[in-house]
Each structure stands twice: as structure tokens, then as C-alpha cells.
């Protein structure tokens, strides 16, 4: 464990899209912090094994049903939260979708689709979570999940760049709005994260790892809980002073020769 089992003691969080992947790697490291969860997805068998395996691990956790593309889910999910446990602290707006299509093939009902989970689905959660957050005894934290690729262009993925990029802006606007009422708004973006089954489809099943790999000066793919360690920091009272940023966690990727065109030689 990275960071002291009472970081998040007392604290209460939402995490969408918490069943798998990176939202279960938060949901994992925020109960070994001391948090207590409440997690929603769409999908209820993958809920019922994420709480059941945090519960096993002693941790304190709940499942919601929910579709973030529908307002009064969001709504519930937060109403479940200061029922349950009397706050909420943190919000975490994970839900995401993706899939890769050109934009030239790409239908108006799939572009709609990711826009409606990805930016919708955001600007829901801190709306429904905007009370709660500003009643928190520890300051409230709204965290969004952005992504490297949102401010470069994804080719292949012009839906999901695009919704991405929109995260951005309305969290630096949240950042601003919300200050004056302690709430504390930030993205975490991750690049290409190898436990998660969106990098296993789109780089590894499409023969693309190699290539991708190469353009990592740290020569290899992330995990959940690299991303999981910059939700606590966040979350965290280290935090605390931290508001409208953007913590990029990608290897150095966003830095690199395939940011500026320029193929370094590696170094003897």
C-alpha cells in the first residue's frame, strides 16, 4: 500500500463506473485508505464481485445501479451515499465509453453515445454531487477521468478525444465556480493503462502494443493503481491546495518524440 491506511478515514466516495478497471482500481486503493465507497455501474454481477472483493479485504462498500447518461440515476447514487453514510466527500466520474471507428464511418447514434456517457455523464456527476461536496467537513473533491489524447488528436477515436477535451474545460470552469465553496476539482489523466481491457482492445488485440510501447520513454504500459495513487493524493489531505489541475500519469508519453516528431536515438 502506497499511502498510510487512514488518508481517507472518514471520508465518503462515489465512484461511476466502479466495477472494473481503473474506477475499481480507485475504489480499491480508497477503501485501503479508509474511505468509505459507494459504487455504481450499469453493469450489477460486475458491482456484486467489486464490492464483495473490497468487503473481503475489509473494506466498506455498496453497489448502485446506474447509467450516468440518465440524471436521476446520478441523483440516486448520491441520495444512497448521505443516506447510508450521512456525507459524501468525493465524487469520482469514471464512467466511460469507446470504441474505435474513423470518423468519416462513424454513425451520429455512436457519436452521441460516447458523448452522452463521457461529457454528459460528467457534468451530471458534479451536479448531483455539487451539495453534498460543498457540505463536506473535508472539502469536497470532484475528480473526472481525462485522458492524454484528449489535446493531440485521437485518431480513431475522434468521439471519445472530443468529450475528453470537454471534461477538461468544464473542470477548469468547476475549478473556478466551485472554489469559493471548497470544493476542490480536478482530472487525472492516464495513458495507455495495461490491466484495463479498453488498451487490450485497442493497442494489443489490433497489434498495435509494440508500436505504442515505443512511444513510452518508460518502456512500458501503466496499471490501475498508478492511476489509483494520483486519486488518493487528490483526495487526500496532501491535496488539499491542489484545484483545476490536470495530473498526467502516462510514462512520459505526452512528452515524448511522438508529441514533437522528433525520433530520438536511445541512449548507451
Given amino acids: 500500500m502506497t499511502f498510510k491506511e487512514d488518508a481517507l478515514k472518514g471520508r465518503v466516495a462515489i465512484i461511476t463506473g466502479g466495477g472494473g478497471g481503473i474506477g475499481f482500481g480507485i475504489a480499491k ?8 465507497l459507494v459504487l455504481a455501474s450499469r453493469n450489477p454481477d460486475r458491482l456484486e464481485g467489486a464490492v464483495k472483493e473490497i468487503t473481503e479485504l475489509g473494506g466498506e462498500a455498496i453497489a448502485v445501479q446506474a447509467d450516468v447518461r440518465n440524471y436521476e440515476d446520478v ?3 448520491v441520495k444512497t451515499a448521505v443516506d447510508t453514510y450521512g456525507a459524501l466527500d468525493i465524487m469520482v466520474a ?10 468519416a464511418e462513424m454513425s451520429v447514434n455512436a457519436w452521441k453515445t460516447v458523448i452522452d456517457i463521457d461529457l454528459n455523464g460528467t457534468f451530471y456527476c458534479a451536479r448531483a454531487a455539487h451539495g453534498a461536496l460543498k457540505a463536506s467537513k473535508f472539502g469536497g473533491r470532484f475528480i473526472a477521468i481525462s485522458t492524454t489524447r484528449a489535446l493531440e488528436g485521437w485518431p ?6 472530443a ?3 470537454g471534461i477538461m474545460s468544464l ?5 473556478g465556480e466551485w472554489g469559493p465553496d471548497g470544493i476542490r476539482c480536478n482530472t487525472i489523466a492516464p495513458g ?20 505504442e510501447l515505443s512511444s513510452i520513454p518508460l518502456g512500458e504500459f501503466g496499471r490501475t493503481s498508478d492511476i489509483a495513487n494520483a486519486a488518493v493524493f487528490l483526495c487526500s489531505d496532501a491535496g488539499a491546495y491542489v484545484t483545476g489541475a490536470d495530473i498526467v500519469v502516462d510514462g512520459g508519453r505526452n512528452r515524448s518524440r511522438s508529441s514533437t516528431g522528433v525520433k530520438l536515438a536511445a541512449a548507451q
Fill in 29 to 36: 486503493a480508497f477503501a485501503s485508505a479508509g474511505a468509505k
Fill in 75 to 77: 441523483e440516486r447514487a
Fill in 94 to 103: 469514471n464512467a466511460a465509453g469507446n470504441f474505435v471507428v474513423p470518423a
Fill in 156 to 161: 480513431g477515436c475522434a468521439h471519445a478525444g
Fill in 163 to 165: 468529450a475528453k477535451a
Fill in 171 to 175: 473542470i477548469r470552469t468547476l475549478c
Fill in 192 to 211: 495507455a493503462i495495461g490491466d484495463t481491457e479498453g488498451v487490450k482492445r485497442i493497442y494489443e488485440e489490433a497489434g498495435r502494443k509494440e508500436l
